[in-house]
């Protein structure tokens, strides 16, 4: 439902009504937040790199028909991060990269039914890599398809599918954990 909504606020927006976007604002702001906070720590380069985004989707002249909004906005914030990092040079690129992290109270709502597999999985995911964390990010908790997480991260398909086998492999031995 939230994407077939997704796509008609879109295609409003595309169609000349400005409202429709500060709609999809509202909608979007905390979940990019979120993912922005993950990639940098900095909360006003976050906040600056959404207004930044939105203001340039409000003056764009035709925007495109999309795949997947979510996704668009994903990989666009983290792209903005990126780029207004390597400009302003006070956080490094490398650091960005050690700066993705999976936030416990995220486990703690997902699997109330046993805290202590939730405490050694939080340990565990630090043994992780970052780009690993981040793909764990994207498909679990944003629920995003292997493609809208190639397209943000900008890798292969059997890259994400590797990454993430990889990741929940590590982890099974570490945690008990289910299969997914």
Same mark, same amino acid.
């Given at each position: ?11 409003? &927006?595309?169609? !000349?009504?400005?409202?429709?976007? !500060?709609?999809? &604002?509202?909608? /979007?702001? $905390? $979940?990019? /937040?979120?993912? !922005?906070? *993950? ?6 380069? $976050? ?14 002249? *035709? ?20 780029? =207004?990092?390597?400009?302003? %040079? ?7 990269? *050690?700066? &993705? ?16 597999? $939730? ?17 764990? &990010?994207? %498909?679990? /908790?944003?629920?995003?398809? /292997? ?12 890259? =994400? ?8 492999? *590590? ?10």
């Amino acid at each position: 439902m939230q994407a077939n909504s997704d796509d008609i606020l879109w295609d409003s &927006f595309r169609q !000349g009504n400005k409202s429709a976007l !500060g709609a999809l &604002f509202e909608r /979007y702001y $905390v $979940v990019l /937040y979120q993912y !922005g906070i *993950k990639i940098c720590r900095d909360s006003e380069l $976050v906040n600056d790199s959404l207004q930044d985004l939105f203001i340039e989707i409000w003056q764009q002249r *035709k925007p495109a028909p999309l795949l997947s909004l979510k996704a668009y906005l994903l990989k666009s914030l983290r792209y903005k991060l990126i780029r =207004a990092a390597k400009k302003s %040079r006070h956080i490094e690129l490398t650091e960005l990269d *050690k700066t &993705f992290e999976m936030s416990h109270e995220h486990f703690l709502i997902q699997s109330e039914q046993d805290k202590a597999n $939730v405490e050694a999985l939080t340990r565990e995911l630090t043994l992780l890599s970052p780009r690993q964390q981040e793909i764990i &990010f994207l %498909r679990y /908790y944003q629920q995003l398809s /292997y493609r809208e997480i190639c397209e943000i991260m900008q890798i292969e398909y059997q890259v =994400a599918r590797n990454q993430l086998s990889m990741a929940l492999k *590590k982890l099974r031995t570490l945690v008990k954990l289910p299969h997914f």
